[in-house]
């Protein structure tokens, strides 16, 4: 009698497909069986490194608890969920899958574009039905996160002005008590730290040098229709206050007033020159108090010697980069899991919560939150400090980095050492920059 | 029986065609096209036609090349004299065989980010050791001058695969092919030039193409010590057809992606002929 036998690899083969199959099929329930609505997220794991994702997975389990036996956030484990080059893509290739999360996070250029996908669901229903709540946020903080035709994409998570730190000591030895209020003081005053050995201003290829672009454009006249509308056109050379700006900005590397290593694209560079009492000046928002002041790598009292200022403007008004970029996104498409998506959004935009996520990310609220509140909270005082000076500032508009175009970080990482380095002239440059920020396979 | 070996090559041939065919003919087929993610539209050899004219992929093929000859001309060599020499024996011939794998085993982006360091205008070792020589310091990854040649300085002295393969090969050839040499008068050099080195023409050629291939893709290392700048002078194909993606240029980027295959291709051709790899 003869059989014809399968070998034993082929059965388990057989069975590990079979087992996995079921496995996926099951995968996909959403609804709890005691009738509990589960929504997922992918910007709420835990993190011993991101501060934001960590206060995002503590804040969810709040809302678990609050909302025990109703809602319930089921929190996936994704390698993109902090800011990245990759976050957007990988969205995008959800999007296509038609399976999104139905609660994450993004910036506004990524928000924008994504919104192409016709995936993101808009909040100006829920918003204008729920006036209360609309009402609660600051003014300006959905101006980043709202499409061409009024559609809001995202609720805010923070409104933060973005300043330039400075060594209080090193400046006094060149003869300032404070950050210069202008260009040009500043400049003379960098010239001076420069004489004494120190680094004027640190700086990083990426993050902080369009932070002091930014800066340098925002306060010259007209540069805040550049910085709001014209960065995402292809003009960039015909802009009077983009052409200044960036000529003055490669002439302070030129001049020997920026550390050396200041074109790799790594904030670290900066920090490390700011942080070991090197460099005298360092543009970056209220999370670099935590994320390095108070680390490792500072050394001893640097945290007592640093002010935290607005920027120096050219003549009339200072300047102030306020970032309200990263929102809230949701890609639920049923009422009953955009139910679950708005109990969470308005659990964390309340202001027992916004106050919560300030004292542990140093991030400011999008929401107005009762000044006695604040004050009772346990902010941090150099970034609670330029919140209330913000509220003076003759000039506010947003970052480059974050309410460009997507692609304007690694266009400029390109470009910029080979125009400080005179391999392209200004006009090249700023071309080539509108150009590939604004490159799309569209 | 027959029944019996077709099952069992049915796993390995599922895997083949899931991981490695069917992705291809999409990579093939979709490089025809223009996908942004949101919409496809066949263009036909477009985004061929557009790789001549495009000066930054032009400057990445170059790049790609450069680095592959890198590999090739300069990394084989050395790894084939260094393999030679320690076959030999020498004094503390195991205390350099040792030193000199240890870059092979380290991940590439932990050897980039350690040759970040190196590099670094400020505070780099690099700088810091030639300041006593008199040369003054540059910004070696972000000066177009030196940019190209710093990137291919992390790798062109990673010997250690290349060497425990030519001492493996060295290993296996009898000792006799040695003895007959010297009692026919040979010196140790014309031993090592007329025995050894054409004994070893399959492992050389085994070890450039495997340079080859891991050179063609180069990715890891310009994507953390440069990105591709400054001015794209230190962008490959790989890194290339990856801003393409990242830009949502996913027809162009496939298109790339198809060069660089074929490119390997040829290139796998060309080195197997070359080296006779597989004759004996």
Redesign the interface.
């Known amino acids: 009698m003869t059989h014809s036998k399968f070998p034993t690899g082929v059965v388990i083969a057989a069975v590990a497909a079979g087992a996995l199959t079921l496995a996926a099929c099951s995968g996909g329930g959403q609804e709890a069986a005691n009738d509990e609505l589960v929504i997922t997220c992918a910007t709420c794991q835990e993190s011993p490194t991101d501060p934001f994702l960590q206060y995002n997975f503590e804040a969810a389990q709040r809302f678990n608890e609050e909302f025990d036996g109703t809602y319930r956030i089921e929190t996936l484990s994704n390698a993109n969920a902090g800011s990245g080059d990759e976050r957007l893509q990988y969205y995008q290739r959800l999007a296509l899958a038609d399976d999104l999360p139905d609660l994450f996070q993004l910036n506004s250029a990524e928000i924008s574009a994504l919104s192409e996908t016709g995936s993101l669901h808009d909040f100006t229903g829920e918003l204008a039905s729920d006036t209360a709540w609309a009402d609660t946020f600051q003014p300006g903080t959905f101006d980043a996160l709202t499409g061409i035709g009024g559609e809001v994409w995202a609720i805010p998570q923070q409104r933060d002005p973005i300043g330039i730190y400075y060594n209080k000591d090193l400046w006094s030895k060149a003869g300032y008590d404070e950050l210069p209020a202008t260009w040009n003081e500043f400049e003379e005053g960098a010239r001076a730290l420069a004489e004494t050995g120190a680094i004027p201003l640190a700086l990083d290829g990426d993050w902080a040098t369009m932070l002091m672009w930014t800066n340098l454009i925002g306060t010259a006249p007209g540069g805040q229709e550049f910085l709001n509308e014209g960065i995402a056109g292809k003009d960039f050379v015909d802009d009077e206050a983009a052409y200044e700006a960036t000529e003055r900005l490669r002439d302070w590397h030129v001049e020997g007033l920026v550390n050396s290593d200041a074109f790799s694209g790594e904030f670290q560079n900066a920090a490390a020159a700011y942080l070991s009492g090197s460099a005298a000046t360092v543009p970056n928002g209220p999370w670099f108090v935590k994320t390095n002041l108070q680390g490792d790598a500072a050394i001893d009292g640097i945290y007592e010697s640093t002010g935290y200022s607005v920027s120096p403007g050219w003549d009339d008004g200072q300047g102030l980069i306020v970032v309200s970029g990263a929102g809230w996104v949701s890609g639920a498409e049923d009422e009953t899991k955009l139910e679950a998506v708005l109990a969470f959004l308005k659990f964390v935009s309340s202001e027992e919560e916004v106050i919560i996520q300030a004292e542990q990310t140093g991030a400011n609220p999008a929401v107005i939150v009762d000044q006695t509140a604040l004050e009772a909270a346990d902010l941090e005082p150099l970034s609670s400090a330029l919140v209330s000076a913000s509220n003076d500032v003759a000039l506010t508009y947003p970052h480059v980095r974050v309410h460009g175009p997507a692609g304007f970080g690694n266009a400029w990482k390109n470009l910029w050492p080979a125009y400080v380095k005179g391999d392209i002239d200004t006009e090249t440059f700023l071309t080539r920059l509108a150009d590939d920020a604004n490159a799309s396979g569209d | 029986m027959r029944?019996?070996a077709f099952?069992?090559i049915?796993?390995a041939a599922v895997l083949f065609g899931t991981f490695f065919a069917i992705p291809l003919v999409v990579l093939i087929a979709t490089s025809f096209t223009?996908?942004?993610?949101?919409s496809l539209e066949i263009v036909g050899v477009e985004n061929y036609q557009r790789m001549i004219t495009d000066p930054v992929f032009m400057k990445a093929l170059g790049n790609t090349l450069f680095y592959l000859a890198i590999g090739v001309f300069v990394q084989v060599p050395l790894g084939v004299g260094v393999g030679m020499v320690l076959a030999l024996k020498p004094r503390g011939w195991k205390a350099f065989r040792t030193l000199l794998f240890i870059p092979f085993v380290i991940s590439g982006a932990a050897y980039a980010l350690i040759f970040?360091m190196f590099y670094?205008?400020?505070?780099?070792l690099l700088n810091s050791l030639l300041a006593p020589l008199g040369i003054s310091?540059r910004?070696w990854?972000?000066?177009?001058e030196t940019a190209r040649w710093a990137v291919a300085g992390t790798f062109a002295f990673i010997l250690g695969f290349v060497m425990i393969v030519i001492m493996a090969e060295i290993a296996s050839i009898p000792r006799e092919l040695y003895e007959a040499a010297r009692v026919d008068g040979a010196s140790e050099l014309q031993q090592q030039l007329l025995i050894t080195l054409p004994l070893l023409r399959n492992a050389i050629g085994t070890c450039v193409l495997i340079r080859v291939l891991a050179d063609i893709g180069m990715f890891d290392l310009v994507f953390i010590l440069t990105?591709?700048?400054?001015?794209?002078?230190t962008v490959s194909l790989a890194l290339y057809a990856y801003?393409?993606?990242?830009?949502?240029?996913?027809?162009?980027a496939n298109a790339i992606g198809t060069v660089i295959i074929g490119l390997g291709a040829i290139l796998i051709v060309l080195v197997r002929r070359l080296f006779r790899i597989g004759d004996r």
């Open positions: 029944f019996s099952v069992s049915v796993p223009s996908w942004s993610g949101r970040s670094n205008s400020r505070s780099g310091g910004d990854l972000f000066d177009s990105s591709g700048g400054p001015d794209d002078s801003r393409a993606y990242l830009q949502g240029d996913w027809g162009y």
